[in-house]
């Protein structure tokens, strides 16, 4: 029969890799070149019918900014997914990624479905992190892991439906 979900999702990463993009490509369907730096944090909400469920999402969409690092616990906490998200081009933006996953296996909800996400794939030309290094380390941390562009919406939806199958059903 048919079951609705709802699904606390947090993003988390370095500011500038493409968290707030990815939310308002996945709700909206828009992409800003001149997206604004977020503050605290945003919420957003959008549901996503998955096989016979719908999987409503509330989504907060954090602040990458080390000032606002102390307020991320309220955010993850008893989340049912995250969305880590680095910068292709960036390296520190994945060195940062591993932090968060490191701070969400020890602080986080132990069923947290988590997804690595390897944003602005549009920008090949500039790519600091080989793909094959971070499903490598996703593999071994138990995420799944996608490169996305909130440009040009590769992989967007599909992150967030990946996640929704996984999520458990109640
Ligand atoms: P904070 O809110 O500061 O933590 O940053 P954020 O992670 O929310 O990044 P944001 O979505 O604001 O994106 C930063 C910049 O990168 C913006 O100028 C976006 O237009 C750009 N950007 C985001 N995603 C992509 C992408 O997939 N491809 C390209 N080329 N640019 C992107
Ligand atoms: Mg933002």
Redesign the pocket.
């Known amino acids: 029969g048919n079951k609705n979900i709802n699904a606390k999702l947090v993003l988390l990463?370095?500011?500038?890799?493409?968290?707030?993009?990815?939310v308002l490509r996945f709700v909206k369907g828009q992409?800003?070149?001149?997206?604004?730096?977020?503050i605290g944090a945003a919420f957003f909400s959008q549901t996503l019918a998955v096989n016979d469920a719908t999987v409503k999402f509330e989504i907060w969409?954090?602040?990458?900014?080390e000032r606002y690092h102390s307020l991320a616990p309220m955010y993850y906490r008893g989340a049912a997914a995250a969305i880590i998200?680095y910068d292709i081009t960036n390296q520190a933006s994945f060195d940062r990624a591993k932090k968060w996953v490191q701070e969400l296996q020890a602080q986080g909800n132990p069923n947290m479905v988590m997804a690595l996400a390897g944003?602005?794939?549009?920008?090949l030309d500039d790519r600091k992190v080989a793909a094959e290094e971070a499903q490598v380390y996703a593999q071994e941390n138990g995420l799944f892991f996608m490169e996305?562009?909130?440009?040009?919406a590769t992989n967007v939806n599909d992150i967030f439906y990946e996640i929704a199958k996984r999520l458990p059903r109640v």
């Open positions: 990463g370095d500011p500038g890799a493409g968290k707030s993009s990815l992409f800003v070149e001149f997206q604004e730096s977020t969409d954090t602040a990458g900014q998200v944003n602005k794939a549009d920008l996305t562009s909130a440009k040009t």
